[in-house]
């Protein structure tokens, strides 16, 4: 199938300007601060989801997933974020019926547009996502950057093609791993290719070797840049392979989405400690 993995691209100008801002909004920012206490705690950075349907019919051909196919969704990206500290709660689902929104809902269009700013739920720290059938074109998602929620908070939010959900009927691309592409920019990181197409390491992470293409399918041992260390990134799930094939973030991807989040978005990594359950003691029975 012919088809457009994520819509989202940004210009070498643009990318300049969104890091030099960064690294002026990052200047003494912790994701964690734990300087003052002599051991590292676990954290957990909450990420409230409101899922939007759009259909144009009550079938599943019509964009009328299930409930249980959204929550399976959320569950499959909070094993992709496993590490992250990231943890996706599930606190809204509605439906709407609306045949333009479903068709033509791609980016800069109208019907987006209309779309986001009737149904936009929450702040920055509530991921929205939309599932919608794109009829216009072969795409599977796009996502707002973080920087960009302030002064147009109704845009924000991920669009993504209502089959890639896991047990979707689009072939190699429905097992969530859309979503969880699409929600990887929305935390702040790009595509670990440089979408110009050359060897300079663009998507501000140490950790992912330069690559100068998006992969396609799974190709293994794929090197798009010899001349510089590692191969492409192939299963990293920010580039374009299929689904399967997909089964990785770095640790430095995980940092800076920690940071964008924290700046851009107001999410905290709040202490977190797991419930632990104290038995009672037993003793032997006195015969």
Partial sequence: MNICRC????????????EAKFAIDSAGALADDDSRIPITLPRRRTVHVVW?????????????????????????????YKGSTFNFVLDKIDRTTNTDWFRYATQGTAQQTTMK????????????????????ESLLGYATWPW??????????????????PGGSTPQFNQGKTLSHE?????????????????????GVADTPAQSQPSYGCPTNKDSCPSKPGL??????????????????????????????????????VIWLPTITFLPPSFPTAL
């Fill in 183 to 203: 929600t990887g920019h929305w935390l702040g990181v790009y595509h670990v290719f440089d979408d110009n197409y050359t060897c300079n390491d663009t998507d």
């Fill in 232 to 269: 492409d990134s192939i299963h990293n799930y920010m580039d374009y392979s299929d689904d399967p094939c997909m089964n990785t973030f770095t640790a430095g991807q995980f940092e800076r989405m920690k940071t964008q989040a924290l700046i851009y978005r107001g999410i905290k990594g």
């Fill in 7 to 18: 819509g989202n691209a940004i210009s070498p100008g643009e990318r300049d300007a969104v």
């Fill in 52 to 80: 939007h349907i759009i259909q144009e019919s009550n079938s599943l051909s019509g964009g009328a997933i299930s409930d249980d196919a959204v929550r399976q969704s959320i569950t499959a990206m909070n094993q992709h």
């Fill in 117 to 136: 700013k009737a149904l936009h739920t929450g702040d920055a720290k509530t991921l929205n996502v939309y599932s919608v059938g794109f009829k216009s």
């Fill in 148 to 165: 960009n929620f302030s002064g147009n908070n109704a845009d924000d939010g991920v669009v993504i093609l209502y089959s890639s959900v």
